[in-house]
């Protein structure tokens, strides 16, 4: 019985732990709506990702804020709290992780891509270099 127990509770764990978590306040949209998003309003479309990846390909108008670096924090606090704020990474980790922490600070309109720039590209989006 205990095996039993210990069988379904690991299967449980495993399972939500593969799931992304989304943070209260946060919204995780696919492709199409981010882009849409990007371009009905005016926005601060920060990329997460480190130097070398944002050199490599990035989303137009893009200001890449490496969520690794110690000043981190400092640099989001610069941003306009009251303009939304879309957030992107490689394929969403390290944007929902960000976007947490955006939400920790105050920001009220935080969007999320979900499947990052792997995803933007997989349909065929540009990107910049």
Same mark, same amino acid.
């Given at each position: 019985?205990?095996? /039993?127990?210990?069988? *379904? =509770? $690991?299967? =449980? =764990?495993? %399972?939500? %732990?593969?799931?992304? %978590?989304?943070?209260? #306040?946060?919204t995780l949209v696919d492709v199409p709506t981010f882009e849409q998003k990007m371009e009905e309003q005016e926005v601060q479309l920060i990329d997460v990702r480190t130097p070398d990846e944002f050199? %490599? #390909?990035? $989303?137009?108008n893009a200001v890449n804020i490496n969520i690794n670096d110690t000043d981190f924090k400092a640099k989001m606090e610069a941003l306009d709290k009251t303009k939304p704020v879309l *957030?992107?990474?490689?394929?969403?980790? /390290?944007?929902? /992780?960000?976007?947490?922490?955006?939400?920790?600070?105050? =920001?009220?309109?935080?969007?999320? $891509?979900?499947?990052?720039?792997?995803?933007?590209?997989a349909k065929g989006k540009p990107v910049e270099n």
């Open positions: 019985m205990k095996v /039993r127990i210990g069988i *379904v =509770f $690991l299967v =449980f =764990f495993v %399972s939500i %732990s593969c799931v992304k %978590s989304q943070t209260e #306040g946060v050199a %490599s #390909g990035h $989303l137009a *957030v992107y990474c490689k394929s969403g980790g /390290r944007s929902g /992780r960000a976007c947490g922490q955006l939400k920790e600070m105050g =920001f009220t309109s935080i969007t999320d $891509l979900d499947g990052g720039i792997t995803d933007w590209k």
